[in-house]
Nanobody
């Protein structure tokens, strides 16, 4: 059983930065594809979890949603069993609860394909 715990969320002004971390315990994530999702308030049913960024087990494949490209950077440290998300130039529309998630195999954008999830960390960007 894998447990994921996110940290690093908070309140920041627009244009600011935050760095989210996801620490895993229970087993190694070194063979897992990992991703960050977010859930903004008022999202329509069926679209609750929005893919933000994903990384393959060895870091060779990265995927970002268009709205965060050039502003967010996903990274992982398999030796420390951690996943990170550096968020720069934050905008009000980035406000959401951010979740890390993992799965076997390759990165996919569909949240239903992910096997384990953290509890989430709140990011609030004030305009």
């Amino acid at each position: 059983q894998v447990q994921l715990v996110e940290s690093g969320g908070g309140l920041v002004q627009a244009g600011g930065s935050l760095r989210l971390s996801c620490a895993a315990s229970g087993r190694s994530l070194s063979s897992s594809a990992m991703a960050w999702f977010r859930q903004a308030p008022g999202q329509a049913p069926g679209k609750e979890y929005e893919f933000v960024a994903g990384m393959s087990w060895n870091g060779d494949y990265l995927d970002y949603r268009d709205s965060v490209k050039g502003r967010f950077t996903i990274s992982r440290d398999n030796a420390k069993n951690t996943l990170n998300l550096q968020m720069n130039s934050l905008k009000a529309e980035d406000t959401a609860v951010y979740y890390c998630a993992g799965k076997r195999g390759v990165v996919r954008r569909a949240p239903i394909l992910y096997d384990y999830w953290g509890q989430g960390t709140q990011v609030t960007v004030s305009s």
